[in-house]
C-alpha cells in the first residue's frame, strides 16, 4: 500500500511539472506570436498593437523583446512611456546591444544627449557589430561631433556586411561629404566590395575625383578580379561620359571661347585619366584587352573579350567570331543576314580617342561566301551625336578585300565612334548571305595616298 502510494505521489509531481512546463511553452508561444504579428503586419493601428503587445507582456513578463518593441512604439508619441518599458527589457536582458540602442535613440527624444551616448556606447560594446557602430555615427552628426561620426563610421565599414555596404556610403558621402580629407581614412582599402561600391555610388553621383582616389588606393587580390574589373570599367565609363555630356562642342551649348578653351581642357584630361586606367587594368591582369593609344583601335584583330568602352560592342547578339587560320591575321566576324532584317541594322562599334584637327586612314578587309555587288555593310565614323565625320562601303567580293578611307577630325573633336551598320543599298533588296570581316586598323593619314595601303599595313604589324 505504501510502495502504491509513492508512485501515485511521483506520478502526480511529474505530471505537475509537466503541465507546468506546457503551460510556460503555451504561454511563451501566444507571446512570440502576438508579437511576431505586430511586427509583420504593416496595417495594424497603433492602438491595436499596443494592446496585442500588453498581452504578451502580461503572457511573459520576463521576456525583454515586448518590452522594446513596446517602446519603440511609444518613442516619438509618449517618450516618457517608452523610456520605463526599455528601462525594463534593459533590467531583464542586460547585454542586449538592441535594448541599448533603443534606449538611446529614446534619450535621444528626450533630449539627454549624455545618456544616449552612453547607451549607443554600451550597444556598441554588447554588440560589436556593423549596426551598432551604424547608428552611433548617425547620432554623432546629429550632435555635430564630427570626430565620433568618422571613427565609429571607419568601425562600421570595417565589419559592414556586403548588403548594408551601400546605405552606409550613401549615408557616409551626404553627411560627411565625398571631397573631405577623412573619406579615404574611414574606407577600408582591404574590404574591396566596399571600395568598389563606394567607386560605383560616387561615379553615378558625378564625383569623379573622390572616385579616382578611392581606385588609386584599392587592392585586388586574384579572387576578387571580377569584381575590380566591374569597378574600373564603371569609373572609366564615368570619366568618358562626362568628357561627351560636359564638353559643348559635344552637347551642343554655345559659350565664349574662354569657355569653350576650359571646356576642351577638361575632356581632353577627362579622355586621358579614362585611358591611362584602362591601360592600368590591362597592365594589372584585370582585363583581356588591347591598350587605348590615341587615334589607334584597340583590338583590330578580336582577339580579346567585347567590353565595350573603348573595346568593342556588339548590338547583336549573332555576330560570331571565327578562330584565326593565321594567328597574325586575327580572328574573323561573320554576320549572317537572312534578307528579312530591317532596312538598318546596327552591328558593333567602338570608342576611339583622337587628335582634333588630325587625319587619320581607317581601313579593314572583307568578303562574302557569295560576290555582292551592293552589301550595303558601312563602317561610319562619327560623332557623339551621331553626325557623320566619314565613312566608308565594304565590298563583299568572294576574297579579302581592303576598304578605306581617310579621316579629317574637326576642331574641337576628341573622340569619335567607329560604327559597322547594314542600310540596304536605294534600289536595291536586302542583303542576304554572310559577309564576314577582319583587322580594322585606324592610324595617322599617310600624306600620299598611294602610299596609303602600305601604310596601313605597316600599321598593322605595329597594332
Not at 330 to 350: D, I, K, M, W, Y
Not at 394 to 405: E, I, M, V
Request: hydrophobic share 45%.
Amino acid at each position: 500500500m505504501a510502495r502504491r502510494f509513492i508512485t501515485w505521489t511521483i506520478a502526480a509531481c511529474l505530471t505537475a511539472i509537466l503541465l507546468w512546463f506546457a503551460e510556460g511553452a503555451i504561454r511563451t508561444w501566444k507571446a512570440a506570436a502576438l508579437v511576431a504579428h505586430v511586427q509583420a503586419s504593416n496595417r495594424i493601428s497603433a492602438r491595436s498593437a499596443e494592446q496585442q503587445l500588453r498581452q504578451a507582456r502580461h503572457l511573459r513578463p520576463d521576456l525583454s523583446q515586448p518590452w522594446r518593441i513596446s517602446a519603440r512604439l511609444a518613442e516619438f508619441q509618449h517618450p516618457l512611456r517608452a523610456h520605463r518599458y526599455i528601462r525594463q527589457a534593459i533590467r531583464l536582458s542586460p547585454h542586449n546591444w538592441r535594448n541599448w540602442h533603443t534606449l538611446g535613440m529614446i534619450d535621444y527624444q528626450l533630449q539627454r544627449i549624455a545618456a544616449a551616448q552612453h547607451a549607443l556606447h554600451m550597444a556598441a560594446v554588447y554588440n560589436n557589430g556593423f549596426a551598432a557602430h551604424f547608428a552611433a555615427a548617425n547620432l554623432a552628426f546629429i550632435l555635430h561631433d564630427p570626430a565620433m561620426f568618422w571613427r565609429e563610421m571607419k568601425t562600421a565599414l570595417r565589419i559592414a556586411p556586403a548588403f548594408d555596404v551601400n546605405p552606409a556610403l550613401q549615408d557616409l558621402v551626404r553627411l560627411g561629404g565625398s571631397h573631405s580629407r577623412h573619406l579615404l581614412a574611414v574606407l577600408p582599402p582591404h574590404r574591396t566590395r566596399i571600395a568598389a561600391a563606394a567607386i560605383h555610388y560616387l561615379v553615378q553621383t558625378g564625383q569623379l575625383h573622390a572616385a579616382q582616389r578611392i581606385w588609386n588606393r584599392m587592392t585586388c587580390p586574384a579572387y576578387r578580379r571580377k569584381i575590380c574589373r566591374q569597378a574600373s570599367l564603371i569609373l572609366i565609363r564615368g570619366w568618358r561620359d562626362f568628357a561627351l555630356a560636359g564638353h559643348p562642342a559635344v552637347a551642343g551649348t554655345a559659350g565664349s571661347k574662354s569657355r569653350h578653351s576650359r571646356a576642351d581642357r577638361q575632356a581632353a584630361a577627362a579622355l586621358f585619366q579614362s585611358a591611362r586606367d584602362w591601360n592600368t587594368i590591362v597592365r594589372r591582369a584585370w582585363m583581356r584587352a588591347g591598350a587605348v593609344h590615341w587615334g589607334r583601335i584597340t583590338d583590330g584583330r578580336f582577339r580579346h573579350p567585347w567590353v565595350g568602352i573603348y573595346g568593342w560592342h556588339s548590338y547583336q547578339p549573332a555576330v560570331r567570331i571565327l578562330p584565326a587560320r593565321i594567328a597574325e591575321l586575327g580572328n574573323e566576324l561573320e554576320f549572317t543576314f537572312s534578307g528579312e532584317q530591317a532596312s538598318q541594322v546596327p552591328l558593333f562599334r567602338q570608342w576611339v580617342i583622337v587628335h582634333a584637327h588630325a587625319d587619320y586612314t581607317l581601313a579593314f578587309q572583307s568578303r562574302a561566301r557569295q560576290a555582292v555587288s551592293k552589301s550595303g555593310i558601312l563602317a561610319r565614323i562619327q560623332d557623339a551625336h551621331g553626325k557623320s565625320i566619314a565613312r566608308v562601303t565594304a565590298r563583299l567580293g568572294t576574297s579579302w578585300t581592303w576598304n578605306y578611307c581617310t579621316i579629317h577630325i574637326p576642331a574641337r573633336i576628341f573622340i569619335v565612334k567607329v560604327a559597322v551598320i547594314y542600310r540596304r543599298p536605294h534600289g536595291h533588296s536586302l542583303f542576304r548571305g554572310t559577309a564576314l570581316i577582319r583587322r580594322f586598323i585606324m592610324t595617322a593619314a599617310p600624306e600620299n595616298k598611294a602610299h596609303a595601303l602600305s601604310g596601313i599595313t605597316n600599321a598593322n604589324h605595329a597594332q
